[in-house]
C-alpha cells in the first residue's frame, strides 16, 4: 500500500512556474514508477510525465515536452513536477500515480493515486 500526498498548486500568472511535489507512505516507494496526470473541468484525465523506479528515464505528452520536468528522490519519497512557461490550458487538478511497471501513459495502468492538487493559470 502507498499513500500519495500532492502540495505545491495554486494561482499563478502565464509564463509563471510551480512545482508540484507528491510524498509517499511506505518502504516500497523506490519500486514504483511515477506518474503525474491532469484533469480540467469537463475533461479526461491524462497523462502528463512520468519516471521510471530509479529516476533515469523520464517520458512526457507533447503538450507539456520542453516545459515541464518529472523527477524523483527516492531517499525523501518524493516526486517532482517542475513547470516552467505555464500557460491558461495547463490549468487542471494535477494527480501523482504510482505504477507497477514504468513507461505506461494509461492512467488504469496506475494502481494508486493522491488527492490531486489545483493548478490555476490566469492569462
Known amino acids: 500500500q502507498v499513500q500519495l500526498v500532492e502540495s505545491g498548486g495554486g494561482l499563478v500568472q502565464a509564463g509563471g512556474s510551480l512545482r508540484l511535489s507528491c510524498a509517499a507512505s511506505g518502504r516500497t516507494f523506490s519500486t514504483y514508477a511515477m506518474g503525474w496526470f491532469r484533469q480540467a473541468p469537463g475533461k479526461e484525465r491524462e497523462f502528463v510525465a512520468g519516471i521510471n523506479t530509479s529516476g533515469g528515464s523520464t517520458y512526457y505528452a507533447d503538450s507539456v515536452k520542453g516545459r515541464f520536468t518529472i523527477s524523483r528522490d527516492n531517499a525523501k519519497n518524493t516526486v517532482y513536477l517542475q513547470m516552467n512557461s505555464l500557460k491558461p490550458e495547463d490549468t487542471a487538478v494535477y494527480y501523482c500515480?504510482?505504477?507497477?511497471?514504468?513507461?505506461?501513459?494509461?492512467?488504469?495502468?496506475?494502481?494508486?493515486w493522491g488527492q490531486g492538487t489545483q493548478v490555476t493559470v490566469s492569462s
Open positions: 500515480a504510482a505504477a507497477t511497471r514504468p513507461y505506461v501513459r494509461s492512467a488504469s495502468a496506475y494502481r494508486y
